[in-house]
């Protein structure tokens, strides 16, 4: 078998086969890292009763989306941009109830052999300006083809359920105003984020004092 290649240093080409290769290798990816997540869930439930994931979402990012992220970017639209710039196009988002589940599921990922991490944006403990919260993971797998090995990247991201339900109405609105919403709406959205953190804080201290009479 051929040496370890990076997806960065495989060579795309760019035609309408190179496209398939690029998505070949990120759904095979992300296939990847899926089972890998849900054995770590059965594993944790079998061990300690309990599910650090209520679900999984994932998704192969648009050729739309793609297109604009290079551009937002600046870099010129070409597939070997794609793979060098855009790092979030297998993304796999695992939502879960409480944040210390966020905190464990990450350290579980970040003990894995086989898997690299690249990169952690932690926006639970410094959230965006708009009230964002989520903690971003890229990892990198090796993909074994019958020729090669390419280490594709992933990105992970993990929220619980308050904030997956804020960060997805903030998104819709996000577009539908094309990044320049009005103030009265960004205003409620950053109130409804403060409520996301107190629930948030709230369920989790709620939880604490229920699992000492277990
Ligand atoms: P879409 O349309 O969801 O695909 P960088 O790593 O700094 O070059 P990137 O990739 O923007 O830039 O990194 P980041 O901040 O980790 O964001 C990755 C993805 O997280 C985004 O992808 C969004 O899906 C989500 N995200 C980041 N910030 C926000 C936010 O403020 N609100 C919401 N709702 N989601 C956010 P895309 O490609 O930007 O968007």
């Not at 309408?16 to 990816?29: D, G, M």
């Not at 650090?52 to 010129?76: A, F, M, N, Q």
């Not at 639209?77 to 979030?88: A, K, L, R």
Request: aromatic fraction near 10%.
């Amino acid at each position: 078998m051929e040496q370890i290649q990076s997806e960065n240093n495989f060579d795309f080409g760019e035609d309408v086969e190179s496209w398939q290769a690029a998505t070949f290798l990120y759904n095979a990816a992300a296939k990847e890292v899926l089972t890998k997540l849900e054995i770590l869930n059965d594993e944790f439930v079998h061990i300690h009763n309990y599910n650090p994931i209520e679900h999984i979402k994932h998704r192969i990012k648009t050729p739309d989306s793609i297109v604009k992220k290079l551009k937002r970017y600046g870099k010129e639209v070409t597939i070997q941009n794609m793979v060098n710039y855009v790092n979030d196009i297998a993304g796999i988002r695992l939502v879960c109830s409480f944040t210390s589940d966020i905190y464990k599921l990450a350290e579980m990922i970040g003990r894995q052999n086989d898997l690299t991490v690249v990169s952690i944006k932690d926006y639970i403990r410094s959230p965006k300006e708009s009230g964002y919260k989520s903690y971003h993971m890229i990892v990198s797998v090796p993909i074994f083809m019958s020729d090669r090995v390419v280490d594709t990247k992933v990105e992970i991201q993990i929220r619980t359920i308050a904030m997956d339900f804020w960060a997805s109405l903030e998104h819709k609105i996000y577009y539908k105003f094309e990044g320049n919403a009005p103030e009265s709406i960004s205003k409620g959205l950053r109130h409804c984020a403060k409520m996301v953190s107190d629930l948030d804080a709230q369920m989790l201290a709620l939880n604490e004092e229920i699992r000492k009479y277990q």
